[in-house]
């Protein structure tokens, strides 16, 4: 006989809240999250209709709650429309620190001679660690807002966080230094090639940097571009007056460059010395490890004064180039 909880339960556990979010998901045999009660119970908690203490300031174990699971999808999804690396890299769940372990330089045979001893020519190993650094936003609704049946809290809750950690976090993810933040594509990747002349780009130093990438890593590469860049290559043409650009067979594709797929990202730098407006590579050696779930709270008291509520939502993420052969970057000449 399947178990079920009630919702009476449910709002006990919900008020009373004591468990990690791990602990909470194992007791609960991960179903909890999943139930339509579950997301009924919570979005109405986010309204006000349920008890006032249900949600409060604190940490997760006395006042933060488990977004339900269709909604961390939703979320998911819609970050990853909003962060061009979600949809690029390769996303994965840790529950601790992930350690990766990384051929750093590999060892080659040789010829020998006969009765010649073969010399030793080992991999030189290193190793990765994905950990977790913590982002947070917060907003701020009236009351009579939240009590207009009209208005739609979760998808508005979607949208306004997803936009504001999306962005975040690509601008982490391509210029991050790894203190308090992930560490960026731009920290990790190798330079490919560097402009042939200062302050400007041209299709020739594209060229290079192309096939500055191992050819096993080009059948999967995409190139990440800043608007800048890619207006100045748009205008770039072959000796015989035709475009470089070649027209997608997918309709409202964008167009392809050198048979490759083109993102434009605002978090990558505008041409100029010294800078480095264009990636292009295997994007699935960059990992982004998600620390367990999203978790969503009700500011009750804190702007009770003036008639509204604060809601906060926070993650923990990391990610890193585990492969830094796979990307390159194309750096403009000083």
Same mark, same amino acid.
């Given at each position: 006989? *399947?178990?079920?909880?009630?919702?009476?339960?449910?709002?006990?556990?919900?008020?009373?809240?004591? =468990?990690?979010?791990?602990?909470?998901?194992?007791?609960?045999?991960?179903? &909890?999250?999943?139930?339509?009660?579950?997301?009924?119970?919570?979005?109405?908690?986010?309204?006000? %209709?349920?008890?006032?203490?249900?949600?409060?300031?604190?940490?997760?174990?006395?006042?933060?709650?488990?977004?339900?699971?269709?909604?961390?999808?939703?979320?998911?999804?819609?970050?990853?429309?909003?962060?061009?690396?979600?949809?690029?890299?390769?996303?994965?769940?840790?529950?601790?620190?992930?350690?990766?372990?990384?051929? %750093?330089?590999?060892?080659? &045979?040789?010829?020998?001679?006969?009765?010649?001893?073969?010399?030793?020519?080992?991999? #030189?190993?290193?190793?990765?660690?994905?950990?977790?650094?913590?982002?947070g936003t917060r907003m701020i609704l009236s009351e009579e807002l939240l009590e207009d049946s009209g208005f739609d809290l979760e998808a508005y809750i979607v949208q306004e966080f997803a936009r504001r950690i999306g962005k975040k976090e690509e601008d982490a993810f391509i210029s991050g230094d790894g203190i308090g933040k992930p560490t960026g594509l731009l920290f990790?990747?190798?330079?490919? /090639? @560097?402009?042939?002349?200062?302050?400007?780009?041209?299709?020739?130093?594209?060229?290079? =940097?192309?096939?500055? @990438?191992?050819?096993?890593?080009? /059948?999967?590469?995409?190139?990440?571009?800043?608007?800048?860049?890619?207006?100045? =290559?748009?205008?770039?043409? #072959?000796?015989?007056? *035709? /475009?470089?650009?070649?027209?997608?067979? %997918?309709?409202?594709?964008?167009?392809?460059?050198?048979?490759?797929?083109?993102?434009?990202?605002?978090?990558?730098?505008?041409?100029?010395?010294?800078? *480095?407006?264009?990636?292009?590579?295997?994007?699935?050696?960059?990992?982004?490890? $998600?620390?367990? *779930?999203?978790? =969503?709270?009700?500011?009750?008291?804190?702007?009770? $004064?003036?008639?509204?509520?604060?809601?906060? #939502? #926070?993650?923990?993420?990391? &990610?890193?180039?585990?492969?830094?052969? &796979?990307?390159? /970057?194309?750096?403009?000449?000083?």
């Amino acid at each position: 006989m *399947k178990n079920t909880i009630s919702v009476t339960d449910l709002m006990n556990r919900l008020e009373s809240l004591n =468990l990690s979010a791990e602990e909470y998901l194992q007791n609960q045999g991960g179903q &909890a999250l999943k139930s339509q009660k579950y997301s009924k119970t919570f979005w109405n908690i986010a309204r006000g %209709v349920m008890p006032k203490n249900a949600l409060k300031e604190g940490s997760d174990g006395s006042g933060g709650f488990l977004v339900p699971d269709e909604f961390e999808q939703t979320l998911v999804q819609a970050l990853e429309n909003k962060n061009i690396l979600r949809r690029l890299g390769n996303v994965i769940q840790t529950k601790h620190d992930l350690k990766i372990p990384t051929v %750093v330089s590999h060892g080659a &045979a040789a010829w020998v001679q006969e009765n010649e001893q073969i010399n030793d020519s080992d991999d #030189t190993f290193g190793q990765i660690v994905l950990s977790a650094y913590k982002l947070g936003t917060r907003m701020i609704l009236s009351e009579e807002l939240l009590e207009d049946s009209g208005f739609d809290l979760e998808a508005y809750i979607v949208q306004e966080f997803a936009r504001r950690i999306g962005k975040k976090e690509e601008d982490a993810f391509i210029s991050g230094d790894g203190i308090g933040k992930p560490t960026g594509l731009l920290f990790d990747a190798p330079i490919g /090639t @560097i402009s042939t002349e200062a302050g400007t780009l041209s299709m020739n130093d594209v060229i290079e =940097l192309y096939h500055s @990438i191992g050819q096993r890593y080009r /059948t999967n590469s995409t190139w990440l571009m800043s608007e800048n860049a890619y207006r100045t =290559l748009r205008k770039c043409r #072959t000796a015989l007056g *035709k /475009t470089i650009w070649e027209p997608s067979m %997918v309709k409202d594709a964008p167009f392809m460059l050198l048979g490759r797929s083109v993102e434009i990202s605002d978090a990558m730098p505008e041409i100029a010395a010294g800078m *480095k407006p264009v990636l292009f590579g295997d994007f699935s050696y960059y990992w982004i490890g $998600d620390r367990g *779930k999203r978790s =969503l709270k009700r500011l009750n008291e804190l702007y009770a $004064d003036k008639g509204q509520v604060g809601f906060q #939502t #926070t993650q923990r993420v990391d &990610a890193k180039l585990i492969l830094p052969e &796979a990307i390159k /970057t194309l750096q403009i000449k000083e």
